[in-house]
């Protein structure tokens, strides 16, 4: 069965408080890892997507990184503005499977 | 340029009433989706459409659901006799040819469909 499952579901950070958020996934026939970010009342934006254990991808103040099952998304001296949801998908034939997703907040 | 768009942004309906989403893709884009978003749930995969054609159509819930798309453009999702569970954020994404590789979805913002 597919299954991708984030944690912590919820994550309040200090402003400049780095951190780090996990998915854990199924490994059979992935075809990529991808992270999405979502805001209240609106579509989940594209962030990355990692393809390969040992791949990395950076933007601003957020890095992804994968392992054989397992990938990270690590938070460097957040702002409030990055508050939001945080979505991991795996792909698998033409569609994503999603996890629950991890609700961070940064307070200033 | 333009992304993906949907219409409406909310609908209410009456339990029994069919509704009809519509989303607009990103212009070239040949792959389009369909995915719902309930309360506390994460996204759940409805139904996808390469061209006009529909390979997969494993998450549509029931027979009371279904999409067309045409003009390898826009598409609608319809739901007939709608139930309250039916109550949900349905999402549409689109992504570049997916047979050549898995290429990230770019999703719209959504159509919150509340049946009272």
């Known amino acids: 069965e597919d299954q991708v499952t984030q944690s912590p579901e919820a994550l309040r950070l200090q402003e400049g408080e780095s951190s780090s958020l996990n998915c854990s996934y199924t490994?059979?026939?992935?075809?990529?890892l991808f992270w999405y970010r979502q805001d209240p009342g609106k579509g989940p934006e594209f962030l990355f997507t990692?393809?390969?254990a040992g791949e990395e991808k950076e933007k601003e103040r957020l890095k992804a990184t994968l392992t054989k099952k397992e990938s990270f998304l690590h938070i460097t001296a957040p702002k409030p503005e990055d508050s939001a949801t945080y979505l991991c998908?795996?792909?698998?034939?033409?569609?994503?499977?999603f996890g629950t997703g991890t609700r961070l907040t940064i307070i200033p | 340029g333009a992304g993906v768009s949907q219409s409406p942004s909310n609908k209410v309906t009456e339990k029994g009433k069919d509704v009809e989403l519509r989303c607009d893709p990103i212009?070239?884009?040949?792959?389009l989706y369909w995915y719902r978003q309930s309360l506390g749930q994460g996204l759940e995969f409805l139904i996808y459409?390469?061209?006009?054609?529909?390979?997969?159509k494993s998450g549509l819930p029931s027979d009371r659901f279904s999409a067309e798309r045409t003009g390898g453009s826009v598409s609608t999702l319809t739901i007939q006799r709608t139930q309250q569970e039916d109550s949900a954020v349905y999402l549409c994404?689109?992504?570049?040819?997916?047979?050549?590789?898995?290429?990230?979805?770019?999703f719209g913002p959504g159509t919150r469909l509340t049946v009272l």
């Open positions: 998908a795996r792909g698998i034939r033409e569609k994503l499977t």
């Open positions: 212009s070239g884009h040949t792959a």
């Open positions: 990692l393809y390969s």
């Open positions: 459409f390469q061209g006009n054609s529909a390979p997969d």
């Open positions: 994404a689109s992504s570049f040819l997916p047979g050549q590789g898995f290429h990230e979805q770019f």
């Open positions: 490994v059979s026939g992935l075809r990529g």
